[in-house]
């Protein structure tokens, strides 16, 4: 295969929502440029994209896929997208590693939530973006009307630079950067360049100067040649397009029929000709605040942005070239471990298949296989330290759930797994709860929970379950309480005996030092599962020894891991040991240790217990016109409203949630508005219990 530089590789990444037509695109500009000799459709489950079961199954893009193309001296790599929202992180990082982003809208529906989403994602990297209006042939086709609503999601930066029209019962496409109309035949293909009807010269002349100014307004040069001369050449044009697109201020705006291949070849024309490669980009810093040079003459230093594991290849790994060269059989040091991975294989991947290379060049897209050390996020470089790749922020999980395996013998293999799973995908978040003894895993909806399961079972072998997790409560107390214990056992010989008298009080930061008691040595234990245990030792005269203190704290210790409500962790308490008995013999620290833990129990339900609940911050990104039904659904689960803030069309509710009420809410959320809302959450603080709330749990 050809070996390209860096200003004739073209990495661009199909994002837009469900159904847009991605897939279909991505297929047909292979087939357009002779890589492929048929294309091959989502209904016959025969493209190269969508190649994995669970694709055909779903006949819709569930990862996402690399392929390439070559179009007039320039290298397309393509990243196809899934659309929905539950795999955003295959959307991410490959918005991460892509020179321009192509936004496939559905003529039929404009700018949809999916697309709003993406669009967030977009704009916070700041990556040149064209926008592709597509099936324009379809019946229910609305250009102007996705056009508005491409203009209402970026602004008037959103330029045209094609509109269809229809000559004769023909499907046509003005194209205002060239100003030429290309017509089509029934199949598509390669159109007739013609000129522009008389009908319509006007409103092309009107969205040509249009684009001149958008142009010029994007270089210097550019302006003192227009104010000159009045206008711009094509050349002039291109280059103040692809400037304004560098700049994220130009969004040039095309129309195709994918599945018909109307429109492809001019697209792919463009993508070559103006669209910014990676040479156009500027320098990448490092974690380290290195810049990473663009140039096939530095060192090599590639990035992880996927990998994915296939039965009968093993770990397939994709990078980035940042900088320099790689070639099979290079030795590069991975910056997070330290570990040395060998290049033993290169490949161009088109979907499944891949094409063996021997080298591959700053800019470009590739994979190998084999890797022992590196997951999804890592860098490789020919040095240990100064030049990782800033490494792709993922969202947190929306849903949670406990997962098991079916079959008890099979843990090890499902924890064996998971752990392969989460290396490939980081939205998936799996951890062990010490507290609650399970197994949780985090995702980003109920479509990607069923994703996991589908591959654990189809391609690890492993059956699982879900479940509610249960949740981490906490027990407190809310005034003070004293109590008393001897503990006494004789049978025969040496005995147990020992009396703790305590006195215990609620703990908060800065209260002042217990009063009426001689303060002989204070601890401040940090717990593990938060909170603290304060610890005073206000014995008088000896009547403990201090050598059996430790075991008194390790009595009380032992009664917080278990709380007497409900077994869980208890916090916040500081305690008093200020008097108590012990017998020359028969005392000892086991026994001190029981008696100071019946003393502490006792205490603690005399002293107003009450538990504690974990809570969350919520933000929800609703539509205006949904606003009432998901703040009553809200409230169903005894959120409190902080505040409601304005984002354009949206609602931002801003809420506490308890964690307990949030179980199935991403689902509910869905159903309610039709998908269009979107949320986040992250821990906010331990609350109260309502008492009714209590009175259930403790029974």
Same mark, same amino acid.
């Given at each position: 295969?050809?070996? #390209?530089? @860096? &200003?004739?590789? +073209?990495?661009?990444? %199909? $994002? ?5 037509? !991605?897939?279909?695109?991505? /297929? ?31 006949q ?10 070559e ?23 490959s ?6 982003i192509?936004t ?9 939530i999916?697309t709003?989403?993406?669009?967030n #994602?977009? @704009? &916070?990297?700041? +990556?040149p973006?064209? %926008? $592709? ?5 379809h !019946?229910?086709?609305?250009? /102007? ?65 249009e ?10 040069e ?32 095309f ?8 429109g ?10 103006v ?13 380290e ?6 140039s ?13 594991y ?7 790994t ?13 030795k ?29 060049t ?5 994979a ?46 499902l ?26 895993i ?23 379950g879900?479940?509610?997790?249960k949740?981490q ?33 609620p703990?908060?930061e ?21 909170g ?11 009547a ?5 203190l ?17 077994n ?25 240790k029981?008696?100071?833990a ?5 205490a ?11 809570t ?29 803030e ?34 986040n ?19």
């Amino acid at each position: 295969m050809k070996i #390209y530089d @860096d &200003k004739h590789i +073209k990495n661009v990444v %199909f $994002v837009g929502a469900h159904n847009s037509g !991605k897939t279909t695109l991505a /297929e047909t500009m292979l087939f357009e440029a002779g890589i492929i000799k048929r294309r091959g459709a989502i209904e016959t489950k025969n493209t190269i994209s969508d190649y994995q079961e669970i694709e055909h199954e779903r006949q819709a893009s569930v990862f996402a896929t690399p392929l390439h193309t070559e179009w007039r001296n320039y290298k397309i790599n393509i990243i196809d997208t899934p659309g929905l929202d539950d795999f955003i992180g295959e959307i991410i990082s490959s918005i991460r590693v892509s020179d321009t982003i192509t936004t496939v809208i559905n003529a039929k529906h404009g700018v949809e939530i999916g697309t709003e989403i993406i669009w967030n #994602y977009i @704009d &916070k990297y700041h +990556k040149p973006t064209l %926008f $592709v209006i597509n099936q324009i042939d379809h !019946k229910d086709a609305n250009f /102007e009307n996705s056009f508005n609503s491409i203009k209402a999601l970026v602004g008037n930066n959103a330029i045209k630079i094609q509109y269809p029209l229809k000559v004769d019962g023909s499907q046509c496409i003005i194209d205002v950067l060239k100003m030429k109309m290309y017509k089509f035949g029934p199949e598509g293909g390669k159109p007739e360049k013609l000129a522009i009807p008389e009908d319509q010269i006007e409103l092309a002349n009107q969205l040509h100067n249009e684009l001149v100014e958008k142009a010029a307004e994007n270089d210097e040069e550019l302006m003192e040649l227009f104010f000159d001369k009045g206008t711009l050449n094509e050349d002039e044009m291109r280059t103040g397009i692809k400037a304004g697109m560098l700049n994220h201020e130009v969004f040039p705006v095309f129309c195709v029929s994918a599945i018909n291949d109307m429109g492809t070849g001019r697209l792919m024309g463009f993508i070559d000709n103006v669209a910014p490669a990676a040479a156009d980009l500027k320098p990448e810093q490092s974690v380290e605040g290195n810049e990473i040079k663009r140039s096939k003459d530095a060192a090599p230093v590639l990035f992880v942005f996927k990998s994915i594991y296939q039965p009968n290849l093993g770990q397939i790994t994709f990078f980035k070239v940042k900088s320099g060269e790689i070639h099979v059989n290079d030795k590069l040091i991975n910056s997070r471990n330290g570990e040395t991975e060998t290049i033993n294989q290169l490949y161009i991947m088109d979907g499944k298949n891949k094409e063996p290379v021997a080298k591959l060049t700053t800019g470009d897209i590739g994979a190998t296989t084999k890797l022992k050390f590196t997951e999804t996020n890592d860098t490789l470089a020919t040095k240990a330290e100064g030049f990782t790749i800033k490494p792709i922020q993922y969202p947190d999980p929306r849903i949670t759930k406990v997962i098991f395996a079916e079959n008890v013998k099979e843990e090890e293999k499902l924890s064996e797994s998971l752990k392969r799973l989460q290396s490939q995908d980081p939205t998936i978040v799996v951890n062990y709860s010490n507290e609650t003894k399970e197994t949780l895993i985090g995702c980003q909806g109920e479509l990607h929970l069923a994703t996991i399961t589908w591959t654990l079972e189809n391609i690890y072998g492993v059956k699982v379950g879900f479940k509610k997790p249960k949740i981490q409560y906490r027990e407190t107390i809310q005034r003070s309480a004293n109590a008393n214990y001897r503990h006494k056992k004789q049978s025969g010989g040496s005995g147990q005996f020992a009396q703790v008298h305590l006195k215990i009080e609620p703990w908060y930061e800065g209260m002042p030092e217990p009063e009426g008691f001689n303060l002989r040595g204070k601890e401040v234990v940090e717990l593990p599962w938060g909170g603290k245990l304060v610890f005073y030792n206000c014995i008088v005269g000896g009547a403990i020894d201090t050598r059996y203190l430790p075991s008194v704290q390790k009595g009380i210790l032992e009664v917080m891991e278990a709380g007497p409500l409900t077994n869980s962790f208890a916090r916040d308490i500081r305690v008093m040991v200020y008097d108590g008995k012990m017998h020359s013999v028969d005392s000892n620290d086991i026994s001190f240790k029981i008696a100071a833990a019946h003393a502490f129990k006792e205490a603690f339900l005399n002293a107003n217990p009450r538990l504690l609940e974990p809570t969350k911050e919520i933000s929800v990104k609703v539509p205006e016109q949904m606003v009432g039904n998901v703040m009553t659904e809200l409230q169903s689960r005894r959120s409190m409203i902080l505040g409601i803030e304005t984002e354009g069309n949206y609602q931002v509710l801003k809420c506490i949630t308890p964690a307990a009420e949030l179980f199935g809410f991403s689902t509910v959320l869905r159903s309610l508005t039709q998908g269009k809302a979107t949320f986040n959450s992250k821990f906010s603080s331990y609350q109260t219990v309502p008492t009714n709330v209590q009175k259930e749990l403790v029974s």
